[in-house]
């Protein structure tokens, strides 16, 4: 650990408090990647972060960049191709005029594809494709529809142990078979869906009465659009072997998207500028700068001091250091971000040795608590960089009013259910 650094921690919970409120509410309309980055950069600069720590942090993300580079390579392919256009169109066919079941329809796909791709694919795969499920259907408003792709993405992330990148860093070498992850959050999962889809339901029961189209053109599947879905799915396959062989995601993840894309491109005889073009290569940097954050703020003692309340508050209730374990990291991880949060939650967790009661509940905070907030998690942010390619825009605050009424219930659920019968 850095003398430097250690003479200044506050300075660097000062900069990284303010590279996330960038993050937050991009000030000058700038994307969320220049203020990740700057507030990595200027920790370097004032000499608070060595240069090759700083370096440390960014390959740390290795496996992540290749994870999402191979996600969206699969999106722009399938929007490219016209699948997101084919299966709108079947999706507001068997809708048949009702916004109720169209809702019910895209709730459905977002649980699944969460599930078996990852909460990160099913806001960068699956937003574009609702939007253009809304637009087919002639929706006059797409965000109630919209809303479920950031919601069950978050909702939907421990039922697998692919569901959510943040599972591979809470449980790290540990992770239980998959017959035994199943027995433990089965419960606590599907009570966390029944109750996110109850409140968004609610929430949005007056946008839903109005009517959608029944008479919906049909789709024809073009022969690259074909292509891209067999690569979508091939990929999911990818995940639950690599997931079962315990390997790391990423490199499976950017192989699988680039061999789709070769294979795409040749039966569309397209060429890949159009696609490469297209990707939000913003994500990469913004990962990056919370990746080198999150290596300063390790840096100043914090996790082993964490560690030390955590142990000391399992001496007096290991049931109340659940709750607590839960409950403050769902808050924080609406005020630095999921991604930092669950790194550090994750090296807290190890050195206090705490029992599975209470790494089900950490792992339930860093995955449910992302609900609350637009910045909550990276999935919740690269649903927004999708909603901005779509013409949509939801703020900060919209998103609050709607995410306290639809994550403590399915939180607090979750945790009990873990504590109860895990």
């Known amino acids: ?14 900069i990284a408090a303010l590279a996330v409120a960038g993050v937050i509410v991009r000030p000058f309309g700038w994307p969320e990647f220049i203020w990740a980055v700057s507030g990595a950069a200027l920790l370097v600069v004032l000499g608070v ?57 895209i709730f459905g796909v977002g649980t699944i594809v969460t599930i078996f791709l990852s909460n990160d694919a099913t806001a960068v795969v699956l937003t574009p494709a609702v939007a253009a499920v809304v637009e ?22 421990f039922v697998l142990p692919i569901s959510n990148p943040a599972n591979l860093v809470i449980y790290g070498s540990h992770m239980p078979p998959l017959l035994q992850w199943l027995r433990q ?63 790391r995601l990423g490199l499976p993840t950017f192989l699988a998207g680039c061999a789709t894309a070769v ?17 939000s290569w913003g994500v990469l940097p913004l990962v990056a700068g919370l990746f080198v954050l999150v290596t300063a703020l390790q840096r100043t003692g914090t996790t082993h001091d964490l560690a030390s309340l955590l142990g000391r508050l399992m001496q007096h209730s290991t049931t109340l250091a659940a709750w607590a374990s839960g409950i403050v990291l769902a808050v924080a991880c609406n005020l630095v971000n999921n991604l930092p949060a669950g790194l550090v939650a994750g090296r807290v967790i190890e050195v206090a040795q705490v029992p599975e009661s209470v790494r089900s509940a950490v792992l339930i905070g860093v995955d449910i608590g992302p609900n609350l907030s637009i910045t909550g998690s990276l999935a919740t942010i690269l649903w927004l960089t999708a909603l901005r ?34």
């Open 49 to 105: 972060l060595p240069v090759a720590d700083a370096w440390h942090g960014v390959a740390a993300g290795t496996d992540v960049y290749l994870f999402l580079t191979g996600m969206m390579l699969l999106s722009e392919l399938a929007r490219e191709q016209g699948l997101f256009d084919w299966l709108a169109a079947g999706a507001a066919r068997l809708a048949k005029g009702s916004a109720r079941r169209l809702f019910a329809l």
């Open 136 to 157: 087919a259907a002639e929706s006059p408003n797409p965000l109630p529809y919209l809303f479920i792709c950031a919601f069950i993405a978050n909702a939907a992330s």
């Open 1 to 14: 650990m850095s003398g430097a650094l250690l003479a200044s921690p506050w300075t660097v919970w000062a």
């Open 185 to 247: 959050f089965a419960l606590p999962a599907s009570l966390c869906i029944l109750a996110t889809y109850v409140a968004l339901r609610l929430t949005q029961r007056t946008a839903l009465r109005q009517e959608i189209s029944r008479d919906v053109a049909r789709v024809e599947l073009t022969p690259g659009g074909r292509m891209a879905g067999y690569g979508i799915i091939a990929t999911a396959l990818v995940l639950l072997t690599s997931s079962a062989l315990d390997l």
């Open 389 to 422: 390619r779509e013409g949509q825009r939801v703020s900060a605050w919209a998103f609050l009013k709607l995410g306290v009424l639809v994550m403590p219930p399915a939180l607090l659920l979750a945790i009990g259910a873990a504590i109860m019968f895990g």
């Open 263 to 279: 294979l795409t491109l040749w039966r569309a005889r397209a060429t890949p500028w159009v696609v490469l073009k297209n990707i």
